[in-house]
């Protein structure tokens, strides 16, 4: 059976409680009257750091045993994770060690510093910066906590899919942003062990969607990263994945793949009809509904994952400029 159950999400619900915040689910009559069925945002975006993943990093740094939390955490994300598990370690007092490659832009190094964790600049690549994580926890003991394959993180992304159903408890469909599968393992896994019915869409973005590939191959396999609006949901699957790819595949009712128009798109209403400003991965759900991709079962609840993107790129999107990233780094 799924490595996550209700009983692990309901526990990390306790643990994290007081660690998070529990973020407003807000009607969206724009696109009730759109779609023609009720649609409801979950406002993620409000969190503390900005995203969902503090609730993953802050159930599996509650759960460190004592010679643990005496030698701290580690991490390779410079992104929405690392972030977290920065946050989540200086709550509960702990070291946090986050690995970045000497590419990685200097404003995301301070931004990780000034939660209060230590930085190494190691190699030129992510993989450089994870074989750095390896030897940390190989040598000095740390704890490597997962931006995604860990059944403790899903757990605590789980408890999204508690509040959702807590708000909206007739809801028949929920729309969730899917990379790594944590979150919409977590969501989904709460969910369908509340209401089996309910139908779980993930939605990735087309350009390089590792989990999408995955399913179609039966197995993880690797996709090359690409430029994105949604850049939070690039990246792999992990080939040696244990938890997420399993829990998505057995729980999971559809996998939709969207243009980065249809990101900008969903960008562009959040922030002009339902007055949220979201990042690109984010942005994916409402998207979807916008362009027609989904079959809409009432009511809807889409999940607003995160807030962090850049603000220079968020007022050319709203402004209407048809931003193409792929041709920028080119
Ligand atoms: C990490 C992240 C996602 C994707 O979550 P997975 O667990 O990797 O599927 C979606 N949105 C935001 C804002 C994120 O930070």
Not at 8 to 22: K, T, Y
Not at 36 to 65: D, M
Not at 255 to 266: D, R, W
């Amino acid at each position: 059976m799924n490595p996550v159950a209700l009983e692990d999400i309901l526990a990390a619900q306790a643990r994290i409680r007081g660690l998070v915040r529990e973020t407003p689910v807000e009607p969206s009559p724009a696109l009730t009257a759109r779609i023609g069925v009720p649609v409801w945002l979950k406002c993620e975006n409000h969190q503390i750091t900005g995203a969902f993943k503090l609730r993953g990093a802050s159930n599996a740094v509650a759960q460190l045993g004592v010679a643990e939390r005496a030698r701290g955490v580690v991490c390779a994300s410079t992104g929405n994770h690392g972030r977290a598990l920065a946050h989540a370690a200086r709550a509960a007092g702990i070291r946090a060690v986050v690995c970045m490659s000497r590419l990685v832009p200097a404003n995301k190094l301070r931004a990780i510093e000034a939660l209060g964790a230590e930085v190494r600049i190691i190699g030129r690549s992510q993989d450089d910066a994870q074989e750095e994580v390896e030897r940390l926890v190989r040598e000095e003991g740390l704890a490597m906590i997962p931006p995604f394959d860990d059944p403790r993180v899903v757990a605590g992304q789980g408890t999204l899919g508690l509040e959702m159903l807590q708000a909206v408890p007739d809801m028949a469909m929920a729309l969730v942003p899917l990379s790594g599968g944590g979150l919409i393992a977590g969501v989904a896994a709460a969910l369908k062990a509340r209401k089996p019915d309910i139908r779980v869409v993930g939605i990735s973005m087309a350009r390089g969607a590792a989990m999408a590939e995955s399913l179609a191959a039966g197995q993880p396999v690797q996709v090359e990263e690409l430029p994105s609006l949604a850049d939070s949901l690039g990246g792999g699957i992990g080939l040696g994945n244990q938890v997420t790819f399993p829990m998505v595949r057995d729980l999971v009712d559809e996998v939709i793949l969207l243009s980065e128009p249809e990101i900008a798109a969903g960008i562009r209403h959040c922030y002009a009809e339902e007055r949220q400003v979201i990042e690109g991965a984010a942005a994916v759900g409402v998207g979807a509904l916008l362009a027609g991709k989904l079959q809409p079962k009432g009511p809807v609840v889409a999940l607003l994952s995160g807030a962090n993107i850049d603000m220079g790129l968020h007022l050319r999107i709203v402004s209407g400029e048809d931003v193409d990233l792929m041709a920028e780094e080119a």
